[in-house]
């Protein structure tokens, strides 16, 4: 592949709910520009984007892939994102790599929350936004109807058609150009007549289109009041210009079918005419400790700052480093600091991708994105600088984890690299965690949902590492909720030296995790002994009591006890400082504190009623319902134990169209007989075990 100057450089992430038809519109943009020489379809698992195993096992977009499409000497580097809401990690990083965003839009179903859940990203953002119809030879596809959606789910945006379709439904054939007011029919690219029915709707859009233009900005407004006429290029300079202003918030809408590749070439007109050129890209950095942002324009001259917005881990391939340019140059075989690291790495392989086609390029030019392989210290959200700038990009707010499974390593070979397998695999994923949860004692991997999970999991197989997997076990915590004291007496006389001590201790509940404090008197325990008592007690917290889980909201006092001379140790305080310990807490009333998520779930409004009902199972507390556009939004406290697999849940009762978000609140009482039912369950585990 050539070298593209900055100016001939456009960035695009096409973003959509799930099955909307983003890869099948890559796969037309490529066949129309003849970087295939045929198009590929989901079925035949063929598609350039789609080109992982476990994404043609699935028939889904699984991560963001890059597609550059040459045209009229310019060239779109295409993010390809996944739609299915357990992957926005890849959606977010795609967005802020991206220097406009495609939204597809199903001609059918319309609005949905993957198409809500990209747009407030790219609203936070600050992308300008090209919305897609797609799918507009589909049976009952409306045009219209999906239009006034958007204008109702988003009403701060002004939604202008650039392209309407003639006809739809099964008789789609074309589709007519507001500004030139030419047909485009099938897949060609030459414009011709429109019919005569469409021309009084297509002068009424044109009319519209050159108005939206005029707005943004004075000379063109000026222009227009005086001679009711725009230049094509006018048009498209004030159409760019109006999708990028904050205030007008100008959206062109298209209309097409990916499939049948009709449509397209206006589209690809559009991306070079519409999208803004990546020198005037404006990014929020860090420099320092203090926020900033890399204002516009930047060019190869201007020091080095370039993004990493996706890693591979490949075992035959090794790790591919993603990365956005936005300011300055990079050559193969140069050197950069990661300015997150702080260690150098060096550029061997420089290349771009088209799917998993490794294109060799020698340099890449400001704005451009590409691909280097083998670095040593590197992940995803990192910064490259060329060494004399203190910069770093802000990486997006990445969304808490979901979804958990407690991992275990196959065989002992795994074992020794499932750790750092599994760390490669969070590294390259923002939304991916793994740890060693001392509570429970399993190690725990979270991400956003089981789609998620399973991916990862096939990617370490891949890698060459097995792993098992069980539900995990909730976080209890042991506590009481009343006054108690004990008294234990160790002895121990079994020829030659003997073991003695005795302890007397009283507990309290206390707000704090754990207060252990002495008020002997009087000597009947040495200072020594007393420590001895205290690390004893110590040893029970991490095991519990009443069923296993860590102790803490306890005070213990230590008020008395006894000594011997010669068979007084530290070993007999430590068993006698447990044992007391054990007795008082069965007496003070012991309970179960479980973890109590807060939780916000959005659904359609006509969903509300069994979110509600089905919260009413699982223990929830309703704190709060709005309404947000079309959408309800509910706020609830939850116990963990409840959501573990909420997830696969709520996309069953919504048909994929609700999310949720879950954080951690605080430890609350377990009622009495769930309490009862885990103490029995953890009795028959360990009575099994043993």
């Not at 890849?90 to 495609?102: F, P, R, S, T, Y």
């Not at 070079?272 to 400790?289: E, F, H, L, M």
């Not at 009283?506 to 325990?525: C, N, Q, R, W, Y």
């Not at 309404?627 to 959501?643: D, Q, R």
Request: glycine share 8%.
């Amino acid at each position: 592949m050539k070298e593209y100057q900055t100016e001939n450089i456009r960035n695009v992430a096409l973003v959509g709910h799930q099955s909307c038809g983003k890869t099948s519109l890559v796969e037309a943009l490529l066949y129309s520009t003849g970087a295939t020489n045929r198009m590929g379809h989901i079925s035949e698992s063929n598609m350039v984007s789609d080109w992982d195993d476990e994404e043609k096992g699935r028939g889904l977009s699984l991560s963001t892939s890059l597609a550059p499409v040459e045209f009229d000497d310019f060239k779109i580097n295409a993010l390809d994102t996944p739609g299915f809401t357990d992957f926005q990690g890849e959606l977010k990083n795609a967005i802020l790599a991206a220097d406009g965003v495609i939204v597809v839009v199903d001609a059918v179903s319309g609005v949905e929350v993957g198409t809500e859940l990209a747009w407030d990203y790219a609203r936070i953002c600050e992308q300008p936004i090209i919305v897609v119809i797609n799918k507009m030879d589909r049976e009952n596809a409306d045009f219209d109807a999906v239009l006034g959606q958007l204008q109702g789910q988003f009403d701060d945006y002004k939604f202008i058609p650039i392209t309407l379709p003639i006809e739809q439904d099964s008789g789609f054939t074309g589709v007519a150009n507001a500004l030139t007011q030419k047909a485009y029919f099938g897949a060609g690219s030459e414009r011709a007549e429109l019919p005569d029915e469409y021309a009084d709707t297509v002068e009424a859009a044109h009319m519209e289109l050159m108005e939206a233009a005029a707005e943004a900005d004075d000379e063109l407004l000026e222009k227009y009041f005086e001679e009711e006429s725009l230049s094509f290029d006018e048009i498209r300079d004030g159409m760019r210009k109006a999708s990028r202003s904050p205030e007008l918030k100008t959206v062109p809408v298209f209309a097409l079918s990916a499939t049948e590749n009709i449509g397209t070439v206006p589209l690809l007109e559009a991306l070079v005419a519409y999208t803004t050129p990546p020198q005037d890209r404006r990014v929020d950095i860090q420099r320092g400790d203090e926020t900033d942002a890399l204002a516009p324009p930047q060019s190869d001259d201007d020091p080095l700052v370039a993004y990493v917005f996706k890693t591979l881990n490949d075992r035959f391939v090794g790790t591919l480093n993603y990365f956005r340019i936005f300011s300055g140059a990079i050559s193969s075989d140069g050197r950069h600091v990661n300015a997150n690291s702080g260690s150098e790495e060096r550029f061997n392989s420089l290349f771009v991708m088209r799917g998993k086609e490794q294109l060799p390029v020698a340099k890449l030019h400001a704005g451009d994105i590409g691909v280097v392989a083998k670095l040593v210290d590197t992940k995803t959200g990192d910064t490259f600088i060329d060494g004399n700038t203190d910069v770093r990009v802000s990486a997006p707010d990445f969304p808490a984890p979901l979804y958990m499974l407690a991992v275990t390593p196959r065989t002992q070979a795994d074992s020794a690299k499932m750790g750092p397998t599994l760390s490669n695999l969070s590294d390259a994923d923002p939304t991916l965690r793994w740890r060693q949860d001392r509570d429970t004692r399993q190690t725990v991997l979270e991400g956003m949902g089981q789609i998620h999970l399973e991916v990862t999991l096939k990617r370490a197989a891949a890698l060459g590492v097995d792993i098992d997997t069980d539900m995990p076990k909730v976080p209890y915590r042991e506590t009481i909720t009343g006054n108690a004291e004990s008294s234990y007496t160790h002895k121990k006389q079994t020829g030659g030296a003997g073991q003695y001590g005795r302890v007397d201790l009283k507990l309290e509940p206390t707000p704090d995790d754990f207060v252990f404090e002495s008020s002997v008197f009087g000597g009947a325990i040495s200072q020594q002994f007393v420590a001895s008592t205290e690390k004893g007690i110590r040893a029970v917290l991490g095991d519990g009591v009443i069923a296993g889980f860590p102790v803490e909201r306890v005070k213990v006092n230590v008020f008395d006890g006894k000594e011997h001379p010669v068979d007084s140790k530290d070993i007999a305080f430590q068993i006698a400082g447990r044992e007391a310990f054990r007795e008082a807490f069965r007496k003070a009333k012991p309970v179960l504190l479980e973890p109590i998520m807060d939780v916000r779930i959005t659904v359609p409004e006509s969903m509300m009623g069994d979110i509600m009902s089905d919260l009413n199972t699982r223990r929830g507390r309703v704190q709060g319902m709005d309404t947000v556009g079309i959408k309800s939004v509910v706020t609830a406290e939850v116990p963990l134990a409840e959501m573990l697999r909420y997830g696969n849940d709520l996309r069953s009762m919504t048909g994929g169209r609700g999310i949720y978000a879950m954080d951690f609140n605080r430890y609350d009482r377990v009622p009495s007989y769930i309490q009862d039912e885990i103490i029995a369950a953890v009795a028959a585990e360990a009575e099994k075990a043993g």
